[in-house]
């Protein structure tokens, strides 16, 4: 077999040694330790940029202690709640400021939040002075300063309006830095009257980012990096010359008023009469701006976050905001009264603390764990707070996802102690808390009244970048002013659809000029651009129709479904589930009371698979229904495309023509014009000067690493591809890795060759409607056909009567005219493309322009990551089928599957377009790695198997007690196609991590006798049954038929055992039992 084993990478231990030289004392437990790299120690296991990432890797390899060396440094790392509580005894443990805290001290020396205690005698003069400048009356005092500077925000992003990506992390930035210093220091700093970063806030970021990565590195390193070094210091004076500036405007203009400022500089301290030296308050200064923002921006953009991602949440604050506030203006009497608000922000910060570990020390050698683990005293101890936080011993096996709920109703009071720790512990604990609540919550409902918001990538999922706190990475979002008109936005569906969209593209379309003035609205809910492209086509050929269409994703409607004019939902559905763009239009209709749409009219057509038996056209049917429920007016019944059928394309001409027929004639509109979309292309440059268009920016572009054949020869392919993921990118084992892929370049000769043209020859295509391809800007045609558009598709029966308005000879239409009476077995069933007919009827003349908007804009094709980010965070595999037969056609050359191809032939240092995509939250390995899986799959379905199979392997590895699982396997034989039979499955077979039962369907004698997966599973029933005992969680991968074959066996065995029960009550039986235990993902 061709794959081989991967090398272990130096960020990558793979052989880990139980640590002895840690107090070896007989009664303890040695530590577990990644392995230690010369020089380094442990510090390249660390990412550089995300530590407490991979923190939080090493936690789930190693549980929850583990030691590290880093340089020369020796620290430990408790990710559990209980250690965490262990190390919160203050009589025990206390602060150390270590590591990049230390570097802080820089500029923040004996500052609050630097200062080694005891030691620095000043942290109790400050501590006594400030703590009432920040207790919760003297932070109502500063309600007035908050809102000013929110209005600010506020005003801004009203300015921008709603096509505007806003980068909130840089917005909400500006507001908490202005906010600290107006409120405590009385300084306006103007942040939102600069079009820039103020330099102070860019100066703190990389200061703060270079204490972190400084403190990873050997010194002598940092020495060397003289630029950086540089760069460090001038970071360094930048913040001292605020400090100076601050203090000397307040020297210079002295204000009366119990600031923060005044106290420091004037305040006595009680107990030892001394006041605060100079380089103290200057210390101090630093100390509020670099805690007391950062970390506040932080949580409000997370939150912003999570309540996009979770439209229940979303709707439910909503709610509660509408009926507690209203339209009036928040109220410093609002604070900590609307108990959904402070549930969302506790959970907020449970998920993504702001800062997401914490040093501390033991004050005497000890022992933690009931003695189980010896410490000694001094040394480091990060308390991993992000990880303690999602412990499921507290918070259970859907600690990952955000419920708010979980801290309403006394449940988070009952938590165990210290569960909840996000602002830091005992006497060092975070002195700015009570401002940070009354902040974010007058922010949160003020934006909430005036905005409703939109993921600028609806399929954006949480890329965390750190310095000292976290905050999300490449967020983008869209901030819709809700009052007003023109609401609608159309942002792709995909980052990866972005690329060839300009930003006119997703503006509010009017489509019709001129004449047309009856609106119409699109709208779509797309994860993956099928529905999307369908809605354009609707949106462009509407003027035609005498329409003035605009065009937007569903949940740019939520709460506001267009009135004046028919609606249009196209829409998808995913496990049962909307898309990401339609989930909070989704979550509101549900909410819908009485007859609230009876001025709607509205039609419905829905992209799904029959692959999905349960949820089959879920979201469309309930769209359908619930408007039509609500009082709103269906004019067409509600339209089905089924992409596993093939005849998906057909399916929607059919019932977009049923569509304009219908508004054509209710709203008496004038045909204007009868041709498909009109697309104009002009040819620029005859093919001399080559553009180099590039339809995606840098980031979202993976590295190939490796591409290596899995099969026999003359067996079907089956391919093993590493990718280096875009930086800040990574993954859970099971996620989709999300692909924009390239047609065979003989296909598009073959369309070159057809039309005649130059592959070099450039053109502008122009449109008079949204269309997914590169408009106003000129582009070669070897581009265009390679990138854009779908080539090999059927043709569908409006496809075919466009060719025959086209053809010039009465042969071929007559040829046409059959195609299209014996449609279903000639076309469809042969799978007979545009370009298929087109290359048999030289004579049909089409224009560049019709065949370019004849074809459905290229897909996105997804595959499931077939590796662990315990093995590589920053790297995933894919394991695929390569798509290579002869063609149903019946042409002389293959049938060559577009994605697959495309990956087939990747090299390595080749730049892919990608994307990391989160599967079903049911389909990842259990976070306890002791609970067994049963895992049935068949070809490439294989994929996320061996990722799961990865991790549990680095688990035990690592030391940690692992389950042993069984995989089924379906395949032909053993020396054709049994993937990582020789490698990987091998050794973590030997490992003890899994059992695997092949079936073997061209040499069932090597399986026992069993062809498929469903016979061997019937073969090893019992050893299902037993792991089913043991509370082993099911997982199926692949085809629809296997899918339905394992149910069906697995419903036998249930038969078997319950003789008494009837097909039925089985079927029952299988529900009830697998309920929560039982995850498919389907693919052919
Ligand atoms: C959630 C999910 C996870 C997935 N994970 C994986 C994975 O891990 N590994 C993997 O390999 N795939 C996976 N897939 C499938 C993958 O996304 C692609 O669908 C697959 O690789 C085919 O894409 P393609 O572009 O190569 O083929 P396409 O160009 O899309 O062609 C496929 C189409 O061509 C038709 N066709 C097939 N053979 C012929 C022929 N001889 N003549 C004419 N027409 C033909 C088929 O009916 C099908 O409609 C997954 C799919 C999903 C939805
Ligand atoms: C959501 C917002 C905030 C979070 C999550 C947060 C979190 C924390 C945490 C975890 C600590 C302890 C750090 C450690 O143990 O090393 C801390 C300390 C501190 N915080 Fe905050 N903080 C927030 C906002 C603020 C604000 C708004 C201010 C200032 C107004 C502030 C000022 C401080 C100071 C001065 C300390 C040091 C306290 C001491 O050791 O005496 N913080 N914060
Ligand atoms: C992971 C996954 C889950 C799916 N779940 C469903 C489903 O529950 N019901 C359904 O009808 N179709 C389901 N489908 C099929 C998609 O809805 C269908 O392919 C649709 O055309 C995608 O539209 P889009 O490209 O606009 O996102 C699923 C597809 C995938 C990849």
Redesign the pocket.
């Known amino acids: 077999m061709g794959f081989k084993e991967s090398v272990p990478s130096l960020t990558n231990p793979v052989h880990p040694i139980l640590s002895t030289e840690l107090y070896p004392r007989d009664m303890t437990t040695p530590i577990p330790s990644p392995t230690r790299i010369p020089f380094l120690g442990n510090a390249a296991s660390l990412d550089r940029d995300m530590p407490y990432q991979s923190m939080n890797l090493l936690a789930k390899e190693y549980g929850e202690i583990y030691q590290l060396t880093i340089i020369s440094r020796k620290i430990l790392v408790v990710s559990s709640q209980r250690l965490v509580n262990e190390v919160s005894d203050e009589s025990r443990f206390r ?1 150390m ?1 270590a590591g990049g ?1 230390a570097n802080v001290r820089l500029v923040a020396g004996d ?3 630097t ?1 080694h ?1 005891p030691g620095d005698e000043n ?1 109790y003069i ?2 006594r002075l ?1 703590m009432p400048a ?1 207790s919760p009356t003297a932070t109502q005092g500063m309600y007035g300063d908050m809102m000013d500077i929110i209005s600010q925000l506020v005003l801004k992003w009203e300015r921008y309006g709603p096509e505007y990506a806003i980068d909130p992390v840089a917005d909400f930035t500006r507001l ?1 830095l202005d906010a ?1 210093m107006l409120c ?1 220091m009385n300084y306006r700093l103007n942040s939102f009257y600069r079009e820039e970063t103020h330099p102070f806030i860019t100066s703190l970021g990389d200061f703060l980012f270079q204490c972190m990565t400084r403190a990873n590195t050997p010194a002598i390193v940092n020495a060397l990096k003289l630029k950086t070094q540089a760069q460090f210091e001038e970071d360094q004076r930048v913040l001292n010359s605020l400090v100076d500036e601050v203090l000397d405007e307040r020297k210079a203009h002295p204000i009366d008023k119990n600031d923060l400022l005044n106290l420091m500089l004037n305040g006595v301290d009680k107990e030892t009469g001394k006041k605060l030296p100079e380089q103290t308050i200057k210390y ?1 200064l630093l ?2 701006f670099i ?3 950062e ?2 921006s ?2 409000l953009t997370f939150a912003i976050y999570h309540l996009l991602k979770n439209p229940e949440a979303m709707r439910k604050l909503r709610e509660e905001i509408e009926t507690q506030i209203g339209d009036r203006v928040v109220s410093v009497k609002d604070v900590n009264k609307l108990p959904y608000l402070i549930a969302v922000m506790r959970e907020t ?1 449970r998920l993504t ?3 997401p570990q ?3 020390s033991a004050i005497e050698d000890t022992t933690v764990a009931d003695g189980k683990f010896a410490v000694p005293k001094g040394m480091n101890i990060i308390v991993n ?1 992000s990880a303690a936080h999602r412990d499921p011993l507290v918070w259970g096996n859907d600690a990952d996802v955000f419920r708010p709920e979980r801290m309403l109703d006394g449940k988070f009071e009952a938590l165990p102690s210290n569960a909840w ?5 005992g ?7 009570a ?3 009354q ?2 919550q007058l922010a949160l409902i003020t934006l909430l009244q005036k905005f409703d918001f939109v993921l600028d990538d609806p399929s954006y999922d949480l890329h965390v970048k750190q310095a000292l ?1 976290i905050k999300p990475a490449s967020l983008r979002i869209h901030a819709i002013p809700r009052a007003g008109q023109g609401r609608l936005l159309a942002v792709p569906s995909s980052t990866l659809l972005r690329g060839a969209m300009t930003p006119k593209d997703h503006a509010q379309v009017g489509a019709a000029e001129g004449t047309a003035q009856q609106s119409l609205y699109v709208l779509y809910g797309s994860n993956t651009g099928s529905a999307e492209a369908f809605a354009q086509r609707i949106a462009s050929v509407a003027a035609s129709h005498g329409f003035r269409a605009s065009i937007g994703t569903l949940d740019s409607a939520t709460a506001h479904v267009p009135a004046d004019g028919p609606v249009v939902i196209i829409t998808a559905s995913y496990e049962g589930k909307p898309t990401d763009n339609a989930a909070h239009f989704v979550e509101w209709i549900c909410s819908l009371k009485d007859n609230e749409m009876s001025k709607v009219v509205y039609a419905v057509f829905g992209c799904g698979n029959r692959d999905w038996v349960q949820t089959y056209q879920r979201i469309p049917k309930l769209c359908d229904d619930i408007l039509a429920a609500h009082g709103a007016e269906r004019i067409v019944p509600r339209g089905e495309g089924d992409a596993s059928s093939g005849n998906f394309f057909e399916s929607f001409d059919t019932w977009e023509a049923q569509l304009w027929g219908t508004l054509d004639k209710k709203y008496e509109t004038k045909m204007l014009d009868t041709s498909i979309a009109g697309l104009d292309i002009k040819t620029v440059d005859p093919g001399t000067a080559r553009a180099e268009i590039l339809r995606q920016p840098d980031a979202s572009l993976g590295t190939v690493i490796k591409n290596e054949l899995l099969t026999a020869p003359g067996a079907p392919v089956k391919r093993h591809i590493e990718f280096e993921l875009p930086e800040h990118m990574t993954y859970r084992a099971g996620d989709y890795l999300g692909i924009l892929p390239i047609n065979p370049a003989r296909d598009v000769r073959r369309v070159l060759a057809r039309f005649g043209l130059s592959a070099e020859q450039e053109v502008v295509v122009a449109s008079n409607g949204p269309t997914s391809l590169p408009t106003n800007k000129a582009v070669n045609l070897f581009t265009l056909f390679s990138g854009y558009v779908e080539l090999s598709q059927p043709a569908t029966k409006r496809d075919l009567v466009v060719m025959t308005d086209a053809t010039t000879t009465e042969a071929s239409k007559k040829s046409l005219r059959e195609y299209t009476a014996t449609y279903s077995e000639r076309v469809f069933g042969r799978r007979l493309s545009i370009l298929d007919i087109l290359e048999d009827h030289l004579d049909i003349k089409l224009s560049l322009g019709t065949f370019l908007s004849m074809l459905p804009s290229m897909r996105i094709r997804q595959y499931s990551i077939s590796s662990s980010p315990l093995w590589n965070p920053q790297h995933a595999t894919l394991t695929i089928s390569v798509i290579e037969s002869p063609a149903l056609s019946g042409r002389t050359e293959p049938f060559l599957g577009v994605a697959s191809t495309y990956l087939a032939g990747l090299r390595p240092g080749d730049k892919v377009q990608l994307a990391v995509r989160a599967s079903n939250v049911d389909f990842h390995p259990p976070s306890d790695p002791t609970i067994p899986l049963v895992m049935f799959c068949a070809g490439s379905g294989l994929a996320p198997m061996h990722g799961f199979l990865q991790e549990r392997a680095m688990q035990k590895e690592a030391g940690r007690e692992v389950a042993s699982s069984l995989l089924f396997f379906g395949c032909r034989s053993p020396t054709d196609d049994f993937l990582y039979a020789d490698s990987d499955l091998k050794m973590w077979a030997e490992l003890g991590v899994v059992d695997v039962r092949p079936a073997f369907s061209k040499s069932s004698q090597h399986s026992g006798g069993c062809k498929h997966v469903q016979d061997r599973v019937w073969h090893d029933r019992t050893d299902v049954k037993e792991a089913y005992q043991a509370g082993c969680k099911f997982y199926v991968c692949g085809a629809g038929k296997v899918a339905a074959g394992v149910k069906e066996v697995l419903i036998a065995i249930i038969k078997e055992i319950n003789p008494q029960a009837d097909d039925a009550h089985a079927v029952e039986i299988f529900y009830d039992i697998t309920s929560d235990r039982y995850a498919t993902d389907i693919f052919e």
Do not use: D, Y
């Open positions: 602060k400021v805290l500052g609050l939040f200062a205690v942290w400050a501590h400030l920040f908490t600290l405590s101090n100390t509020f805690a007391g923002h970390t506040t932080g949580m910060l603390p702001s800062i914490r040093g501390t707070i720790q996000p602002f830091g512990n006497m060092r604990a975070c002195i700015g808390r401002f940070a609540w902040e974010v706190s």
